[in-house]
């Protein structure tokens, strides 16, 4: 059985690597090598197929990739390896925001580290309607959008909310299900977090890290449009200001 193809998170950990390596590729005899190919062995991710393939994410085939990842940089003075199409997109998102892809990676080990990654159930919207995933990655996709969902934290963040005497509204477009629904939206809300996925990392989610939004206003913020899957209210916001008038 041939190993699945390299995903975004695993791509997301290797370019960082090679990143920190000088856009150098890594050899297989290098110690960083070996910890790459446990770490990304161990990844909730491509189901039974990473135990069935018997080189899945080996030494060698995670060499091999930081040689396509540091091969094809812009800047690269020899002759690139052919690599992949999604290799090329992860190239260029470390090129164009090399900070906020390094932090991805970095929240993505922590999570692992922490094991808090391997305990979230997969979400049904973790990739897009296209199976394509974040730029951050899948898995911190579905570590996201599990917090959101914790009846929990909701919960208490209206709680919150009620106390301060804050109205339940969507903080975007103002939309208050009581008062269009009556008694059937009373107390009823979405909350979503007002932090970017890479920044959001493995800390417990506090309250003041979640806002109110509506339904329509809360699909948009995590649609894919324009290379980004994830919005903060005040980024939709400043789209919805900036929308034309439809009649």
Not at 101 to 114: K, Q
Request: aromatic letters at 6%; a negative charge.
């Amino acid at each position: 059985m041939r190993s699945p193809n390299w995903s975004r998170d695993e791509l997301l950990l290797a370019c960082a690597l090679v990143v920190a390596n000088d856009w150098k590729e890594l050899r297989e005899n290098d110690p960083r090598v070996q910890d790459l190919s446990d770490l990304l062995r161990s990844l909730p991710l491509h189901g039974e197929a990473r135990h069935k393939a018997p080189n899945f994410r080996s030494v060698g085939s995670v060499s091999h990739k930081t040689t396509d990842l540091a091969s094809n940089h812009p800047e690269y003075a020899g002759s690139p390896t052919k690599g992949g199409k999604l290799d090329h997109q992860v190239i260029a998102d470390f090129v164009a925001r090399p900070d906020e892809m390094l932090e991805a990676a970095s929240a993505l080990r922590n999570g692992v580290d922490s094991g808090e990654l391997y305990l979230v159930p997969e979400q049904p919207d973790e990739t897009d309607e296209d199976s394509h995933s974040a730029p951050e990655g899948r898995l911190l996709t579905r570590w996201a959008l599990y917090r959101e969902r914790s009846p929990v934290l909701r919960r208490k963040k209206i709680t919150q909310a009620q106390r301060r005497g804050q109205p339940l509204q969507c903080t975007v477009c103002s939309f208050d299900f009581a008062r269009v629904y009556g008694g059937l939206g009373a107390g009823f809300i979405e909350v979503h977090h007002v932090l970017p996925l890479h920044q959001a990392g493995p800390r417990e989610t506090r309250l003041d890290d979640l806002a109110f939004l509506c339904a329509n206003c809360h699909r948009m913020c995590h649609r894919t449009h324009d290379g980004m899957t994830w919005r903060t209210p005040s980024e939709l916001r400043e789209l919805l200001a900036s929308a034309p008038a439809h009649s």
